[in-house]
């Protein structure tokens, strides 16, 4: 086997310039100032919009601060029952329970959801308003001062309908009258600067030589005018543990931040539902996550069920045949 040394030269060469985080051409900000410092960006529909430039005074030390409040963590899978070409049928499975501290003091058994969709974006599109209708009912649950924490971005994005950013914007806004504090948690992120490398690779890497691995958080990476008006979160960058080498992207409602002082408590609070045996991430989202996922033999089940309902209705031999006409493997499969 021939190992391919050029292609292999050809990228340290490309990572060189992007961990060295230069800028080719000098920039300035729409104050004057000249930018030195990798900077995050944004792309929204085709135009960059540039955050604050990195500076070390922007990382913050996290302080664990114990609490006796409920969270509500709502955590949501999605996988294809079957795959008809032009249409897909979906499942989504939504797992919540709600949390005092450490300890579970409500939960609830999975709700599934099927629905038709015709196109990947249709299918995550479905997964979020399923998701956020399960937070809006349990959310009655809870009291001044309790969290709400989504494994998601606390964004819609524009290519969704302008009804499914309303049912975000809502629940911001209804949680946030209420004082409870909505928090999405995103497991990976996309957030990158400048030079083209991973914010929170760059930050993690930074941070290692400004905070002697101790947990923190970093803040402010974008001004709040400059968000587009379907991020409806706040982002920060933490990393919840100076035992863990993980980061995270997590986004506190924007109509929550009031001061520096209110994201120090929010952050410490949230950091303080992790797990000792597992430091890093907060408990309750992990436990939801474990909960919501969609095993092969209850995909399996709901398969059955549903080729039954068919078979009821007089449809399972049309459907079968529309399987057919794009998956060997699903004809083998479900046409015996």
């Known amino acids: 086997m021939k190992i391919p040394l050029n292609d ?18 000098p920039q300035w900000t729409l104050t004057g100032e000249l930018i030195t410092n990798p900077y995050p960006m944004l792309k929204v529909r085709g135009r960059i919009i540039r955050g604050i430039p990195i ?25 294809t029952l079957f795959d008809c070409g032009t249409f897909q049928v979906a499942l989504a499975k939504i797992s919540c329970s709600i949390w005092r501290g450490k300890s579970r ?7 599934l959801r099927v629905k038709m969709v015709r196109s990947k974006l249709e299918a995550m599109e479905f997964l979020f308003n399923v998701e956020i209708e399960t937070v809006t009912k349990i959310s009655n649950k809870l009291s001044k001062g309790d969290y709400c924490i989504l494994d998601r971005a606390l964004m819609a994005v524009p290519a969704y309908k302008e009804s499914t950013r309303k049912v975000l914007d809502e629940l911001c ?3 946030s009258w209420r004082s409870i504090r909505l928090v999405g948690i995103s497991k990976s992120s996309q957030l990158e600067l400048n030079t083209g490398e991973s914010l929170l690779g760059h930050l993690l890497h930074r941070s290692r030589y400004t905070l002697n691995d101790c947990s923190w958080y970093y803040y402010p990476i974008f ?3 400059q968000y587009p008006r379907w991020y409806l979160g706040v982002i920060t960058i933490v990393k919840f543990s100076g035992d863990s080498d993980h980061v995270f992207r997590v986004d506190i409602n924007k109509r929550d931040i009031t001061e520096l002082e209110v994201i120090d408590e929010i952050l410490g609070e949230i950091a303080y539902l992790q797990d000792p045996a597992i430091p890093g991430y907060p408990y309750p989202p992990r436990s939801s996550h474990e909960e919501a996922k969609i095993g092969k033999q209850e995909l399996a089940y709901i398969r059955l069920l549903f080729l039954e309902k068919l078979e009821e209705e007089g449809l399972k031999e049309r459907f079968i045949a529309n399987l057919k006409s794009t998956s060997f493997r699903e004809e083998k499969l479900w046409a015996s």
């Open 8 to 25: 292999f030269n050809d990228i340290v060469e490309r990572l060189k310039t992007i961990f060295k985080g230069k800028i080719e051409s």
């Open 55 to 79: 500076r070390d005074e922007n990382f913050h030390k996290l302080t664990i601060k114990k609490h006796n409040k409920n969270i509500l963590s709502v955590d949501a899978s999605l996988k």
């Open 105 to 111: 003091v409500f939960d609830m058994e999975p709700i």
């Open 173 to 175: 806004e209804k949680l």
């Open 223 to 225: 001004r709040k005018r």
